[in-house]
């Protein structure tokens, strides 16, 4: 944005100026990869190039929110598998749970943003985490249960 701003037909220096100043270069560099990653369906490789995005510049801003989706949409990614496995389940279920925490721990830094926008959109993504991770924490329960695997097996309960 702040080099289409000094670029010779638009000429806007001084919010180009203002741009750069608020946007340290690596660290937005390194969010627009992540969102292009993201956008192929890159996930893993988005929430890396996001996290280093994060280190750089801790601004409390909107990448922390982008954060929190990504990390969401992993799940959803991860929720979708359903591995015939027991040792692959659990394994499945460990990263679900720790993308969760991470999730929460983030939206909770987003929070405290002193921008409006940050806040509302945080809080409304914690209201999501803590309603789909008790689901998975009920559907994780259910799927262990010896019940639930005789069910499955078809095998009368």
Do not use: W
């Amino acid at each position: 944005m702040g080099k289409i701003k000094i670029s010779d037909g638009i000429a806007q220096y001084d919010q180009a100026k203002a741009y750069f100043e608020k946007a340290p270069l690596l660290s937005y560099s390194l969010f627009f990869l992540a969102d292009i990653l993201a956008r192929r369906n890159e996930l893993y490789a988005a929430l890396d190039e996001m996290r280093k995005s994060l280190a750089l510049d801790q601004t409390l801003d909107h990448r922390f929110v982008r954060h929190v989706e990504l990390l969401l949409e992993c799940v959803d990614q991860q929720r979708a598998v359903r591995p015939t496995d027991r040792v692959l389940e659990l394994n499945r279920n460990r990263q679900i749970r720790a993308l969760f925490k991470e999730a929460k721990a983030t939206a909770a830094l987003a929070m405290e943003s002193p921008k409006n926008g940050v806040k509302k959109r945080a809080a409304a993504l914690d209201a999501r985490i803590s309603s789909d991770s008790a689901l998975f924490e009920k559907e994780a329960r259910e799927s262990s249960t010896p019940q639930a695997e005789e069910k499955s097996e078809g095998k009368p309960g």
